[in-house]
């Protein structure tokens, strides 16, 4: 029988440090809420980024084809699953991850699918109607990603519920209860973020608005070409905005059902991502002119909340 390889406790050390700074350096609204976790729960929330950071830099990577990036992203996902059968890595991030994952009893299931859900943005063929810009042959063409909301759904859970679900592992629960409560909160977050980067996405030549919605108030993916009309997106994504609102209250009724240790960190990671919402709602929806965010004095002021919450 093989023996497992297990990492020197010197080696975890460091791998964890690697995922710390990668969150630190990315994870502008998570990493804050990280920081009221208890030390080991807030590297595992690290790696767990760490590893979904990789997943979305192969995914982006506009120097490579769509098939060059399945192979790699379909090579990154093989080397967690030798690492998860105990073969030994030199990749600190699949070190951390896997003794994340042993440690909290993170399904394996849960990372195959976060990564499935990044592959979802390089599969080929999509259904969905393509713009290409006039009088620039060189810009990548607009490809509404989904058709009806249901099937953005799916998109949804698995690059953002899914990272609910891992999250509630490691914060701690016992009541079943709190999982599809995870899932909503996993959707609230994702659909801001949707709103928030509508520019960047045209940009890579992904449009996630559904279909349907567009249609629904006279727009098509062309609209979001060159420079978009505010005032004409607004009423579209106040609807996407409302249906995420409905969803974060999931992430108010799931704070009880997780440790109390890990209670101040899931109230802040709500408050950030309601607060974004709403500083996007208070300028009327315009994502385009600049991109919106909280300010650094913003989250601090959450995180002192956050500190308050977990001294009491």
Not at 29 to 41: R, T
Not at 53 to 73: P, T, V
Not at 75 to 85: F, G, I, P, V
Not at 112 to 140: F, H, R, Y
Request: aromatic letters at 10%.
């Amino acid at each position: 029988m093989t023996i497992p390889w297990t990492p020197a406790p010197a080696q975890l050390t460091m791998a964890y440090s690697v995922c710390r700074g990668i969150t630190r350096s990315n994870a502008k609204n998570f990493y804050y809420a990280f920081l009221v976790l208890p030390k080991h729960k807030r590297q595992a929330l690290c790696a767990v980024y760490a590893f979904m950071r990789r997943c979305d830099d192969i995914a982006d990577d506009s120097s490579l084809s769509l098939e060059e990036r399945r192979f790699k992203l379909g090579t990154w996902l093989d080397a967690l699953h030798r690492a998860q059968q105990g073969e030994p890595s030199d990749d600190p991030i699949l070190l951390a991850l896997t003794d994340a994952q042993r440690r909290y009893t993170i399904p394996a299931g849960l990372l195959d699918e976060l990564a499935m859900g990044t592959g979802m943005d390089v599969e080929s063929g999509t259904d969905g109607p393509a713009a290409q810009p006039s009088g620039n042959p060189a810009a990548l063409p607009l490809t509404v990603q989904y058709r009806t909301f249901e099937d953005l759904k799916v998109y949804c859970y698995r690059v953002a519920s899914v990272v609910g679900l891992v999250c509630i592992h490691i914060f701690g629960y016992r009541d079943p209860a709190a999982e599809p409560l995870a899932e909503q909160c996993g959707l609230a977050f994702q659909l801001t973020n949707i709103i928030r980067d509508v520019k960047e996405d045209a940009a890579m030549g992904r449009v996630y608005l559904p279909d349907e919605d567009l249609a629904k108030f006279g727009l098509s993916a062309g609209d979001l070409l060159a420079n978009p009309d505010a005032a004409r997106f607004r009423p579209l994504l106040t609807l996407e905005a409302d249906r995420a609102r409905e969803f974060y209250q999931a992430g108010d009724q799931l704070i009880p059902y997780i440790s109390e240790d890990s209670q101040p960190a899931l109230w802040m990671l709500v408050n950030i991502y309601r607060k974004l919402l709403e500083k996007i709602a208070e300028r009327q929806y315009d994502v385009f002119s600049a991109k919106v965010s909280l300010s650094v004095s913003e989250k601090l002021r959450v995180l002192g909340k956050g500190f308050l919450q977990r001294l009491t």
